[in-house]
T-cell receptor, first 113, second 111 residues
Framework: SQQGEEDPQALSIQEGENATMNCSYK?????LQWYRQNSGRGLVHLIL?????REKHSGRLRVTLDTSKKSSSLLITASRAADTASYFC?????????????FGSGTQLTVLP | GVTQSPTHLIKTRGQQVTLRCSSQ?????VSWYQQALGQGPQFIFQ???????GRGNFPPRFSGLQFPNDSSELNVNALELDDSALYLC????????????FGEGSRLTVL
């Protein structure tokens, strides 16, 4: 079963615009990660935010985490056609087995040139 | 990086399959994930120091091995149609939930 739910399921924007994707999860976490996947290929790690952090930046990426609302958002600024991909949030549990990541079902981002 | 083989394969129901993975250099932890079409990856299991170190909600016909060089195999017996998916191997420095480095996956089709 999926822990997280990404919203929206699909997003289409013009090059240069910002893209915002949201993730909600159900159980307590010790970290939340975002991954990117180009069509049917492997996942690439983008950013990790720990449960005691509220915001993190990496290049054009900005991630926020609100543990009280069990939600996170990923902002991609000044998007490019090459950003077209599926984006997944993944949570590492704070209890039970800390050894697995639980992924959401993803947001398909299309950036139009 | 992480390499997986084969990239694509087709099997029939009831057969057995072995998928292989070479970890990123210096990584001693390997995790396997199953990704059905249009879904996020689902955790199968993790191997650390050649022992299974956590397992998701998958039946015993999914099994694995980790070798002294930290490469890994995923074996699936008695294939079912629902086993058709992309199987992803990921290595990490740490057996806990740090950053994962994924391979490109093995696309399995069961007919």
């Amino acid at each position: 079963s999926q822990q997280g739910e990404e919203d929206p399921q699909a997003l289409s924007i013009q090059e240069g615009e910002n893209a915002t994707m949201n993730c909600s999860y159900k159980t307590s976490i010790n970290n939340l990660q975002w991954y990117r996947q180009n069509s049917g290929r492997g996942l690439v790690h983008l950013i990790l935010i720990r449960s005691n952090e509220r915001e993190k930046h990496s290049g054009r990426l900005r991630v926020t985490l609100d543990t009280s609302k069990k939600s996170s958002s990923l902002l991609i600024t000044a998007s490019r056609a090459a950003d077209t991909a599926s984006y997944f949030c993944a949570t590492g549990s704070a209890s039970g087995s800390a050894r697995q990541l639980t992924f959401g079902s993803g947001t398909q981002l299309t950036v139009l040139p | 990086g992480v390499t997986q083989s084969p990239t694509h394969l087709i099997k029939t129901r009831g057969q057995q399959v072995t998928l292989r993975c070479s970890s990123q250099s210096g990584h001693n932890t390997v995790s396997w994930y199953q990704q059905a079409l249009g879904q996020g990856p689902q955790f199968i299991f993790q191997y650390y120091r050649k022992e299974e170190n956590g397992r998701g909600n998958f039946p015993p016909r999914f099994s694995g091995l980790q070798f002294p060089n930290d490469s890994s195999e995923l074996n699936v017996n008695a294939l079912e149609l629902d086993d058709s998916a992309l199987y992803l191997c990921a290595s990490s420095l740490d057996p806990n939930t740090g950053e994962l480095f994924f391979g490109e996956g093995s696309r399995l089709t069961v007919l």
